[in-house]
Structure formats: structure tokens, C-alpha cells
């Protein structure tokens, strides 16, 4: 339909029309009285415009108009301009009908239909003309070439991260191990009072914990993947070989080398006969999983509330390969060896806190923070590369293993 904003209700001057034709008229005038808006009345009927010439004069004139609109919108305003706007000739000589005497009324009301279906006929000709050459340029205009190549997507990568923890699961599902998993928000009692850290003990403070409203709540942002340890002893049959990779949280400042947010990977094995000697066979697997084989390992004593024995697990410079007294050695600061995480045999205490028989079973558990094994496996200075999101970051080291 073409688009009118105008009133093109040839209905509503009636509302107006005057009861009797205006005398006066000058007949020999070939434009019509166009009604003006602003005036009250609206033009005088002309019953001189029912005179077989004149409306011929319209008809022509109005349909050659017509005949050469450029466009629907122009053809709109011609349409009001001569056929149904309020002030068109045809309109006007509509209203002079009822003025003539009753004889002639008939006749000259067929002529004035006829003009009317004429104009009409013209109008309906150039529209469905111009009508036709719009939809032939829009088809031009929206034309889609199928063959031209899509709009592709930048391909992003898989976070280093996650790419050195699936890596790292696999070894351990390779031995058997079971992935667990656990919540972020965690209770106090899973993430300490479980794990041989009760409200005064001296290694919380270390945590830097972050806590969760409402305050007394017992709820925190988990500091270790450790809970997972706790959850699962408690809901799954001995014995148990997990392996709980997850993010941790610590009230911790952004600089270099440390992120509120860090990710962990850790194990545990919980079996009847278990000792010190399967935790050294395990993580020795792990480390070269982690840095490649041929590398030693060794353990230094430490201490960790939730295990006893604990040690630290370092492992031979990877780059050096433990020769750093002969050339200077970044990765390892010519230590020869790279801390990789701490260990022990699983605290009686955490074994009892989760209803089993220390006489019976006994276990080992491991841990380590993956941004940390990123950054050496990878010699990647800052920590913060891994929370910025930089993707050409993520495409050198997501991928591969
Ligand atoms: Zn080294």
C-alpha cells in the first residue's frame, strides 16, 4: 500500500457542507477552490464543476499527473492533491450534486462517476507501476550473494589453566583415581574444623580467609580444594582415590605472584595398608606428568595441620636439570630444584573427623596451585596474565599440553 499521511477521507468535509451553492462563481476558472485548512467553512460547492468540459479538463488533468508520479509517495500526495483530499476538484464537484435542480442531477452525477472511476483507473495504473519497480529494486538493493564467505568468528582458546588441570586429571584418572568436586562456598567445618584446624589453631590465620554474609554463618569462600577431601570420605565407600581439581579463594593483594583467586589441583588416596612409599611412587608420576620425565623428586619435612608426616615436594629444574652450579638458572634461581607443592600421609584426626578407622585405613593426600605450575612450566612472570583474558595469551599456551 503506498504510504498516506494525509487525510484522504473524502467523507469528512460533509460534516461542513453548506446547504446551498454559493453564487458568485467565477466560471471561467479552471483550478478549483482548494479548502484551507485554517478556515472555519470550507469551500463553496461549484456546481459549475459538474460541466461536462470541466470535468473532462479535470479528468485529463489530474490523470496526466498522475500518469508521471516518481515515486508512492508523490503518488500519495496526488492522490489527495486531485481524487479524495479534502480540497480535490472531484470532491468539490461531488458536493455541487446535490445543488442542481433534481432533473439534472442523475446525468451530471454519472459523468462525475465516471471522471472519478477514470482518475481512480489512472491512479490504480501508476501505482501498481511504481509499486512493481520498488519491489524490483529492493530485490536488487537486498540482494544476499550466498557465495561471498561468511562473517567468521575469531576462534578464542581454552585458558591455560584449564588446559594444564585436564592434563593433569588424566594422568591421575590413568591411575585409577576418580575426579571430585565441590562447592565454592563452603562451610567452616569442611574447610577447616574437618581438617585439623579448629577455631584457635594458628595455621587459619595464614589462610587469610574470606568470609560470606551473614556473619556467623560458618560460610566462607573455600581456601583450599581440601573440603573436597572431607565431602568425599564422607560420601563415597572406601577406599577412595580422588583427584579434586577447583578455584580457591584468598584475602589476598594482586602483585606479581599472587591473585585472590587461584586455582588447585589436589590428591587423595585413602586404602587399607597405604604408606609414605606410594605417596612418593604417585607424586613422582605427577611431577614428571607435569615437567616431563627423568626428573627427580624429593621430599622435605614441613608441616600442614592435616597431615603428618608433611612435606614439601620439590622436583629437578627442568631447565637446568639440577646443573645450575655450572650456568646461572632463572627458572629455579640456581636452586637446582622447583617447589611443586606440599604432601603428607592424611592426618588420623581428618580420618576420625569423617567417621573412619585410622587403625584400619590410612592414606596420602597432595596438593598444588596450578597457577604456580603454569608459570614455571610455562616461564610466565606474572599471575595476572591468567585473570586478564588477553586471548593471544591463551592461544601460545592453551593449547597443547
Ligand atoms: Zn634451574
Avoid at 106 to 129: D, K, P, T
Avoid at 156 to 173: C, Q
Avoid at 249 to 256: E, K, M, Q, S, T
Avoid at 331 to 349: A, K
Amino acid at each position: 500500500m503506498p504510504p498516506s499521511t494525509q487525510n484522504a477521507d473524502p467523507n469528512r468535509s460533509n460534516a461542513h457542507e453548506p446547504s446551498a451553492a454559493t453564487a458568485g462563481d467565477d466560471p471561467g476558472r479552471v483550478e478549483p477552490n482548494r479548502a484551507d485548512p485554517n478556515r472555519a467553512d470550507p469551500a463553496p460547492a461549484d456546481h459549475n464543476a459538474l460541466d461536462p468540459d470541466r470535468l473532462d479538463q479535470v479528468c485529463a488533468q489530474a490523470s496526466a499527473a498522475i500518469a508521471t508520479a516518481g515515486d508512492l509517495d508523490e503518488l500519495a500526495a496526488l492522490r489527495t492533491l486531485h481524487l479524495d483530499g479534502r480540497g480535490a476538484p472531484l470532491v468539490l464537484a461531488r458536493r455541487a450534486l446535490g445543488a442542481l435542480p433534481q432533473a439534472e442531477r442523475a446525468a451530471a452525477g454519472r459523468r462525475h462517476n465516471a471522471a472519478a472511476a477514470s482518475v481512480r483507473a489512472a491512479y490504480e495504473a501508476r501505482l501498481a507501476e511504481l509499486t512493481a519497480e520498488r519491489d524490483a529494486r529492493v530485490l536488487v538493493e537486498e540482494r544476499v550473494d550466498v557465495t561471498l564467505p561468511g562473517a567468521r568468528r575469531p576462534r578464542g582458546a581454552r585458558h591455560p589453566l584449564t588446559t594444564l588441570s585436564d592434563h593433569l586429571v588424566d594422568v591421575f584418572v590413568a591411575m585409577g583415581y576418580e575426579v571430585a568436586e565441590g562447592p565454592e562456598v563452603e562451610h567452616d567445618w569442611f574447610n577447616f574444623e574437618a581438617l585439623n584446624l579448629g577455631p584457635d589453631h594458628p595455621a587459619r590465620s595464614s589462610h587469610d580467609t574470606l568470609y560470606v554474609d551473614p556473619v556467623g554463618s560458618g560460610l566462607l569462600l573455600r581456601t583450599h580444594t581440601s573440603p573436597v577431601q572431607i565431602r568425599t570420605l564422607l560420601s563415597r565407600p572406601l577406599p577412595v582415590y580422588v583427584v579434586c581439581p577447583g578455584r580457591t579463594y584468598r584475602n589476598d593483594a594482586v602483585d606479581a605472584t599472587h591473585s585472590p583467586v587461584f586455582g588447585q589441583i589436589e590428591g587423595l588416596a585413602v586404602d587399607e595398608g597405604i604408606t609414605m612409599a606410594d605417596l612418593r611412587g604417585t607424586l613422582e608420576v605427577f611431577a614428571q606428568a607435569l615437567f616431563g620425565s627423568g626428573l627427580a623428586t624429593r621430599l622435605r619435612p614441613s608441616y600442614f595441620p592435616f597431615t603428618e608426616p608433611s612435606a614439601e615436594l620439590d622436583v629437578t629444574c627442568f631447565a637446568c636439570r639440577g646443573e645450575s652450579s655450572r650456568q646461572p638458572c632463572r627458572v629455579c634461581s640456581d636452586e637446582g630444584w622447583i617447589e611443586v607443592g606440599g604432601c603428607g600421609m592424611v592426618d588420623p584426626n581428618v580420618l576420625v573427623a569423617c567417621g573412619i578407622d585410622p587403625t584400619r585405613y590410612s592414606g596420602f593426600a597432595f596438593g598444588m596451585g596450578l597457577e604456580r605450575a603454569a608459570m614455571i612450566r610455562h616461564d610466565v612472570h606474572e599471575i595476572r596474565d591468567f585473570v586478564d583474558g588477553d586471548v593471544r595469551f591463551g592461544l601460545a599456551l592453551g593449547t597443547g599440553n
